[in-house]
């Protein structure tokens, strides 16, 4: 099983700063990657697959980026309902697994 | 538009068994995958199973590998999770998604909650 890690647990930045995301696989992934957003009470939500690919309706402040085993995801300016939840997933191989995921708070 | 509704969660004693279902509309179900994802009270997401397209391949996560099954109904664009021999540790809210491409989950319900309790 592929053990993927994100880092920070916790991420506290001001509206319209940066904010980096790191995630790590145990395994090269190839760019077998994606990024999902959840919010409190929702179901999660599909921002970036294949490492860098946006989902059809994410805003362009988000990207992708990295392959093999480490990726990054970038909010390029932060608004404010940016702040959540954010995981990576592969799907390299079977059984897919998440990362423990990253909170994005407000500084 | 897509739109996935899980129902059939609920409050079970351990070992007992549940059946979950997930309702499908808003694209040609029989041309996708459909997985089941779960999130424990205050944790993260586990991935749980993927029944293919067509019903010919099934994957698990080796903690319910022996007791879940996925099966669907192409006739009612209908996905389940039997769930048998229920643990505490299964305690969460669990969701069914759809795959797109090579096993990424683009669309999601809004998730039933399973509560595993004596």
């Known amino acids: 099983e592929i053990v993927m890690t994100q880092s920070p647990a916790t991420l506290s930045v001001s509206p319209g700063e940066r904010a980096t995301l790191s995630c790590r696989a145990s395994?090269?992934?190839?760019?077998?990657l994606a990024w999902y957003q959840q919010k409190p009470g929702q179901a999660p939500r599909l921002l970036i697959y294949a490492a860098s690919t946006r989902a059809t309706g994410i805003p362009a402040r988000f990207s992708g980026s990295g392959s093999g085993t480490d990726f990054t995801l970038t909010i390029s300016s932060l608004q404010s309902e940016d702040f959540a939840l954010y995981y990576c997933q592969h799907y390299n191989n079977w059984p897919l697994t998440f990362g423990g995921g990253t909170r994005v708070e407000i500084k | 538009q897509v739109q996935l509704v899980e129902s059939g969660g609920g409050v079970v004693q351990p070992g007992r068994s549940l059946r979950l279902s997930c309702a499908a509309s808003g694209f040609t179900f029989s041309n996708y995958g459909m997985h089941w994802v779960r999130q424990a009270p205050g944790k993260g997401l586990e991935w749980v199973a993927i029944i293919y397209y067509d019903g010919g391949n099934k994957y698990y996560a080796d903690s319910v590998k022996g007791r879940f099954t996925i099966s669907r109904d192409q006739s009612k664009s209908m996905v389940y999770l039997q769930m048998n021999s229920l643990r505490t540790e299964d305690t969460a809210v669990y969701y069914c998604a759809r795959n797109v491409g090579n096993f990424v989950l683009l669309d999601w319900g809004q998730g039933t909650l399973v509560t595993v309790s004596s």
């Open positions: 395994q090269s992934l190839n760019s077998n």
